[in-house]
């Protein structure tokens, strides 16, 4: 009876760890479109696996990272197109091509959530660019794109905004304008061990000072998360 009740159990912690845990395949897009009028250099990820049962997730996800591109695309084409025009209208030459140029980090990708942030810097004349960030966090069962609010406890701000003066990374004292909270941050990403939040240029600083990502470990934020 015994040895029955044992290898019964075992048989139970064997299957428990053999649980295969999803992987996602990731493909990067690349797309490039320069002329003498522009130059656009497009980077961002897609998503796909072998599970049914998660592909369908991935595909909704990979057609509202494909919208967000193309609309930052055809903005930046239209403004470039209005701007050229007017100078044209002056006859003033164009100095140099305009540029857009898109890039990705992506912080989680598994069988739980997506999270990936885009980058977008866009110059089209002027002392210097605009450098804007895209939080898409994306809970694959729930087929769900997560808001701050859906992901943090905005009842402890107050800890949390604690965590984030804690662990704000400046070493030269650059950072001067504001103290960063969970009112100004630009976006929050999620990874499997930290919280990953990105302050734009102009919010804790002046712009030589650049952007800022505070990067809290996840055993700092328990309690403090809405997500399981």
């Known amino acids: 009876m015994k040895t ?3 290898i019964t159990l075992a048989a139970l912690f064997l299957l428990s760890g053999c649980k295969k845990e999803v992987a996602l395949d ?13 130059e656009i250099d497009i980077t961002h990820p897609t998503f796909s696996t072998t599970e049914t049962s998660v592909e ?31 100078l044209d209208s002056a006859k003033i030459q164009q100095v140099a091509p305009y ?14 959530y997506i999270s990936v942030r885009l980058t ?8 210097h660019g605009i450098t804007n960030f895209y939080a898409l966090n994306y809970d694959i069962k729930t087929q769900k794109f997560l808001d701050k609010k859906q992901i943090l406890d905005y009842t402890k701000a107050a800890d949390i ?18 103290t960063p909270t969970v009112e100004n941050f630009t976006t929050v990403n ?9 302050y ?23 309690g403090l998360l809405l997500l399981k």
């Open 4 to 6: 029955t009740l044992f």
């Open 26 to 38: 990731t493909k990067q897009i690349h797309e490039t479109d320069k002329n003498t009028k522009w």
């Open 56 to 86: 369908g997730s991935c595909t909704v996800f990979n057609d509202e990272i494909s919208a967000l591109v193309n609309g930052i695309k055809a903005a930046f084409v239209e403004q470039a197109k209005e701007t050229i025009a007017l």
């Open 99 to 112: 540029q857009l140029l898109i890039q990705d980090t992506v912080f989680q990708a598994n069988e739980n």
């Open 120 to 127: 977008s810097y866009e110059y089209i004349g002027g002392a």
């Open 161 to 178: 905004n604690a965590l984030l003066k804690t662990h704000l990374q400046d070493p030269d004292s650059c950072f001067s304008f504001e």
């Open 190 to 198: 999620l990874s499997l061990h930290s919280l990953e939040f990105t």
């Open 200 to 222: 734009a240029q102009y919010i804790l600083g002046p712009y030589s000072c650049g952007y800022t990502t505070i990067s809290i470990p996840r055993t700092k934020m328990e």
